[in-house]
């Protein structure tokens, strides 16, 4: 997968995902990531990016123009089809279900605002998808960038080594994570379950489900709205929430 990054800071998005798992996405060569700056687009001696917003109000827009000519050298530099992603608080929510989509394109431009924003003409016009990694706002779009970098980067074919892949299916029933444990047995801050030494693995897939749909329904019951829990799952929150009585 390749992923092109515009932004005035692109060693930005470089340095955050150059460590760990997406470290080794892209040495492998399983995530080609590209940075481009505008201010290489830009005219004049002054290269300028941005401007006053009409209309007056504080702050400044990025100019449409050294976009659009980024954007155009963005699309040249590979024959693959773009997906161009802006990073902005308008944008719909991203989950894992849109992350598990956009990880299986082959190509993604990731466009960081700075500033109040991009002309909306650039956005109407080359822009095919807003994309919020929450409801807050950042000083730039570089660290949401960096966010679908990593998100898609780890879903990659061969990031994950085997043991990894279990990361993945965590989150991918759109449950929340069961907890984890290692050494010690026995600590100051409490003992492993049993069950997880058993060596019984049914009974240990069992009771990590289990402790998902408690989380999930604890702390996040909107991702149980709306899902239709099969009968096992039914039996085995209810029998998790009593456990929780006793
Ligand atoms: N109106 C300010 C806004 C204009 C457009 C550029 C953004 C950059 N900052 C961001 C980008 C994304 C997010 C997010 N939640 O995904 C938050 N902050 C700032």
């Known amino acids: 997968m390749r992923i092109d990054v515009v932004s005035l800071f692109p060693e930005e998005v470089d340095r955050c995902t150059a460590f760990g798992v997406t470290g080794r996405a892209r040495e492998r060569g399983l995530l080609q990531l590209h940075g481009w700056n505008p201010r290489d687009y830009a005219d004049g001696n002054y290269r300028k990016t941005d401007d006053r917003t009409f209309g007056g109000g504080p702050g400044m827009v990025m100019l ?18 773009v997906h161009v992603v802006y990073l902005s608080p308008q944008g719909r929510r991203l989950d894992q279900k849109r992350v598990r989509e956009l990880a299986a394109m082959p190509r993604l431009v990731l466009l960081c605002g700075r500033y109040e924003g991009v002309d909306e003409r650039l ?22 960038a960096a966010i679908v970098v990593d998100t898609v980067a780890r879903l990659q074919d061969g990031a994950l080594n085997d043991a990894g892949s279990a990361e993945q299916d965590s989150f991918e029933d759109g449950l929340l994570d069961c907890p984890h444990y290692s050494h010690p047995v026995e600590h100051a801050y409490g003992v492993v379950p049993a069950v997880l030494r058993s060596g019984n693995h049914a009974a240990i897939a069992r009771w990590r489900r289990q402790q998902a749909l408690v989380r999930t329904w604890q702390r996040r019951p909107d991702l149980l709205e709306g899902r239709e829990l099969s009968k096992a799952d039914r039996k085995l929150l209810q029998e998790g929430l009593a456990a929780l009585e006793r």
């Open 123 to 144: 956005v109407q016009a080359e822009v095919d998808e807003e994309l919020s990694i929450g409801d807050y706002v950042l000083s730039g779009g570089e660290l949401a």
């Open 64 to 81: 449409v123009e050294p976009l659009r000519r980024c954007l155009a050298a963005v699309r040249e530099a590979d024959p693959a089809p």
